[in-house]
């Protein structure tokens, strides 16, 4: 098989299997309305959480962490899985170990946000005063606060949120009130979960279409294994991810970004077993060339890449 073909196949083949874990496998899973209408689903969908992954690449793109340098990468406890695979509801195990872990987690990207671009609604927040500072971070924080979320935050819980901050703002400082506010926003179910509401209030007999920013993050996760980006939240906003050929347009906007094809890396890895490479026993007998003595990354990213052997 050539290359190129190696890679169509591939590429369908990762295609076909995420289409099924995203529940659009048949028509008997996915029903529509109307033709026009971008995303409905017949079935319940399972509370999935973040993966390891997800989570460690989410966080990246919210405080735009380096992508090359990965010392900030949190590791988690490795999910049970399903097939080798992670990110699945039925391979999801919480545990109070896991909990703490997203507890800490939460408590350790916190410090980044002051320093995230973008975040501060002001400019020179250190030579603000305090109270100039307090006004600032709030505003900040209802920025960003939807980017967390990955949907508007409702008026309840803003209200919340303000209430969280203004405790902080009357223990510590402006900068200890954000950064405490921020591991709010990080340890709620909200952001660990992928929550769909469209289904919380209507009978799982029936067909419920996907709003706008649930099928911004059905995107997001299936393309990217990450949170939506700006653009992304826009259209979202805007009512614009309502039709197919809406969604179509975004979904090649990003299969052309580098976050795409480092899905289709991941995937294959996870499918290939590649993760696990450094738990295989050597075997009594080496061969000439252990398998082992070959750094992991240099030959696992050429075949998922390119189909190539090194």
């Known amino acids: 098989m050539s290359a190129d073909r190696s890679r169509r196949v591939s590429g369908v083949l990762f295609l076909g299997f995420l289409a099924q874990l995203n529940g659009c496998a048949t028509p008997e899973y996915v ?3 109307r ?21 460690n690449q989410t ?3 919210l405080f735009g962490l380096d992508r090359a340098n990965t010392t900030w990468w949190w590791t988690f406890p490795p999910e049970v899985g399903v097939g080798g695979f992670e990110g699945l509801a039925d391979g999801q195990s919480p545990s109070a170990y896991s909990t703490e872990q997203l507890q800490q987690a939460a408590h350790h990207f916190a410090s980044y946000t002051l320093s995230a671009p973008g975040f501060l609604a002001c400019e020179a927040w250190d030579t603000l005063s305090e109270g100039a500072q307090a006004t600032c971070g709030w505003e900040s924080l209802m920025a960003f606060a939807p980017r967390v979320w990955r949907r508007p935050l409702t008026e309840d819980e803003s209200q919340r949120l303000q209430a969280f901050y203004a405790v902080g703002l009357e223990e510590g400082s402006a900068a200890a009130a954000v950064e405490n506010a921020t591991s709010f926003l990080l340890q709620a179910p909200q952001f660990i979960y992928r929550i769909e509401h469209s289904h919380l209030e209507i009978p799982s007999t029936e067909v419920v279409a996907l709003d706008d920013y649930e099928v911004a993050s059905r995107l997001s996760y299936f393309l ?8 992304l939240l826009a259209e979202a906003a805007a009512g614009r991810l309502g039709t197919r050929s809406e969604v179509e347009a975004q979904a090649r906007r990003m299969l052309a970004d580098w976050r ?6 991941h995937f294959h890895r996870q499918w290939l077993g590649m993760l696990d490479i450094h738990s295989i026993d050597r075997p ?3 061969m000439a060339r252990p398998m082992g003595s070959i750094p992991h990354r240099r030959w696992t990213r050429p075949v998922t890449s390119s189909g190539r052997a090194p």
């Open 284 to 286: 009594v007998r080496p």
């Open 31 to 33: 029903k529509l309305k």
């Open 224 to 231: 990217w294994d990450s949170m939506p980006d700006d653009v």
């Open 35 to 55: 033709p026009d209408k971008a995303v409905h689903t017949g079935i319940a969908a399972p509370l999935v959480a973040l993966s390891p992954t997800e989570y």
């Open 260 to 265: 795409a094809r480092q899905a289709v890396v």
């Open 59 to 61: 966080v990246r793109d």
